[in-house]
Each structure stands twice: as C-alpha cells, then as structure tokens.
C-alpha cells in the first residue's frame, strides 16, 4: 500500500491495536488515517514555503476590535474561506498604511494553503524587481509563467512611496503582462492609494486604465478606512526629552 511505515512503527501500531481490541478494518483505518494526516501537513507546510510570506499571520491573533467599525470582521472570515479563489475572483483591498490589510491578506493565505491552494506573496516592489530582471536575461515569458500557475498570487504594498516607478520605467506594462497572464486565476492586490491616483502613480494612464480594468472586473473589493496600528503605538516624547534608546 506504499504507507511510509517502519517496522517498529508498525510493531508499535499492532501491539496497540491488539491491546484496544481492534477489529481488522479499524486497525487499518486508523493507519491510513495517521499517515494521511501526516502528509496533508506536509502538504500544507510545502505550499506556505512556496508562498514566501514574510511572517506567519493569522485572523485568531488579528485585533479585530482597534478597527472594529472600518473592518467586517464576517466578510473577512468568509474571505478566508478560499471560495473566491475557487471561483477565480481577484480581491483588491484599499486603506492607508497601518489599518491591517497585510496582516489580513496573508492571514488570507495562509489559510488557502490549508485549504490545498497554490499561493504566491510579493510585494509589488519585490515582483517588478524581478520582472525587470527577466528583461534583461530574457527571461520575461519564462517568469510570467511562473507567476500564472499560482492559485492565487498576492501582491502587496501597491503605491508604497512610488517604489515601483523608481524600480522600473515599465511597471505599467509589467503589472499589465502580469494581470493578463493570470486571467483565469485569483489575484490579490491590496493597495495604499485610491483608484482615481492609479494613472498618475503608474505614470502611464491609458495601461494603468487598463491594468485597473482587468483587476478589479468582477473583483471583491475592499476598502478600509480606519486607524493606524502603527501610529497607536508610538509612544509620544515630551518636549525637550530625547527618546529613551
């Protein structure tokens, strides 16, 4: 049956079966299901390696209630549920730096690792860098195919202080080729800055109209107004008082 089983394990394994009384498809139930576990954690400990998030998120440790009116704590549970991805939709999230959206989309993530789903994190900077990379090399094709064969692909921090123009004269294009490589898979966008901006920011509005377009048709859009986490957090000094180090 192929089951990865030493044979002291399965010496254990009788002696215990034995001892409980098993039946014959007991016994064999309860291996099978032991080893079946075991490789769907394997499984899921794979595909969060493969995703490359940066810290390991999840919606039980979110503090649902510092932005309680500006965050549907329901629809973000439901979002967790991966059917979106299952029907291909993209999912754009908008808010200022600080409100949670990262901590939110990988938690997003990780759960549809859980759920068996291919995952792909990336910064927006991060994905340009090396998308400029492969023009160079030649590779571009080569790289978009990468990227399209994730269930879903997130890609976070969009409009972070203009990275991306700084980064790349051809972001436009490169997000473009992107978004229209995935057209039949999920992608996640969470942004800092406001559609009407997107033009300007991308430094090419007639492609960053048409980036918009494919991303957010038939998209689950998300927009947070609320508090900065961060801001919160920082703890004011007194006038006249330098910092404590």
Request: charged share 25%; glycine share 6%.
């Amino acid at each position: 049956m192929h089951i990865p089983l030493r044979g002291k394990q399965l010496d254990l394994a009788l002696a215990h079966a034995e001892s409980e009384g098993m039946s014959h498809l007991e016994f064999l139930r309860v291996l099978i299901s032991d080893q079946a576990n075991q490789r769907r954690e394997r499984s899921i400990a794979y595909r969060v390696r493969e995703a490359h998030f940066p810290e390991t998120k999840t919606l039980v440790d979110f503090d649902w209630l510092f932005n309680a009116k500006a965050i549907d704590r329901v629809q973000i549970e439901s979002l967790a549920k991966g059917e979106f991805i299952g029907r291909r939709q993209n999912l754009v999230i908008v808010g200022q730096s600080g409100v949670g959206k990262t901590h939110i989309i990988q938690a997003i993530g990780h759960q549809a690792c859980a759920l068996g789903y291919r995952v792909r994190y990336t910064t927006s900077a991060g994905l340009l860098e090396d998308l400029t990379a492969s023009l160079a090399d030649q590779t571009l094709p080569r790289r978009l195919r990468y990227y399209a064969k994730f269930d879903l692909v997130i890609l976070d921090e969009f409009g972070f202080d203009r990275v991306e123009r700084a980064l790349s004269p051809q972001a436009a294009s490169l997000l473009y080729k992107l978004i229209n490589a995935r057209a039949r898979r999920s992608t996640a966008l969470v942004a800092n800055i406001d559609f009407e901006v997107w033009g300007d920011y991308m430094g090419d509005p007639p492609l960053a109209m048409a980036f918009l377009d494919r991303i957010v048709d038939g998209a689950i859009i998300l927009k947070i107004n609320g508090k900065s986490y961060r801001v919160s957090r920082a703890q004011p000094v007194s006038a006249g008082k330098p910092p404590s180090a």
